[in-house]
């Protein structure tokens, strides 16, 4: 079964726009992180429900006009949300 | 591809709101963090707790989401008898199980720690496990 990402839920998050970064500040973990596009867009893709990477592609494919989308990358993204702490793997 | 996306049509007028995002091989990685400074001391990690839950609220169950809920309540889980070691919490937030639970059990329970927050019992600890090493 491909792995399924979960977002922290919203209620334990602070988010504020600050130019072109995003700070979220993280009740649970009681860290900041700033972070640029497309990380705030994938972990708010992600607040709803839990998905797997191919539907989380598809989602943001439906959300967004993806520019230049590569499968490989978005793991990426989502490998460094899950050291955050932001988002789980399971 | 006769399908509504506009991706290919860029000498139109955008006849949506959709937003550009970027995801491809260029994309460069901006993920900073920002630790507490309680968080900062390394020292016992390993040698904290975790009570589930905590002394406060001792006698609510643990739902699957990690929510305290009445005791008694349909498909929650009694607190914990003992609080976890800090080692076998940084284990079941790896993907183990928690000593002495079972399976769904072990998740309610890592599901409230995740949820821990400031004032409650075992945050600090939990805080400290979530301290990227190095």
Known sequence: MATLYRAASPDSLIVAPVDLLTAIYHRASGQTHLMAS??????DALAEAPLDAAALLAKLRADYDLVDADPAVLAARLDELVETGLVERR | MDENTTDRQANEPHPTRRRA???GAATASVVISIRPALAQTSASVLTCEIPVP???R??????????L???GTKDAFPGATKPFKAE?????LNGGT???TTYEQSRAYTAYIRRLQHGT???TCFASLQMPRG
């Open chain 1, 38 to 43: 497309p990380a705030p867009e994938i972990l």
């Open chain 2, 21 to 23: 995002l970027m995801l």
């Open chain 2, 54 to 56: 905590d002394a406060g």
């Open chain 2, 58 to 67: 001792a006698g609510m169950y643990v739902a699957a989401d990690g929510s």
């Open chain 2, 69 to 71: 809920v009445p005791n």
């Open chain 2, 88 to 92: 076998d919490v940084r284990t079941a």
């Open chain 2, 98 to 100: 928690l000593p002495g």
């Open chain 2, 121 to 123: 019992a075992g945050f």
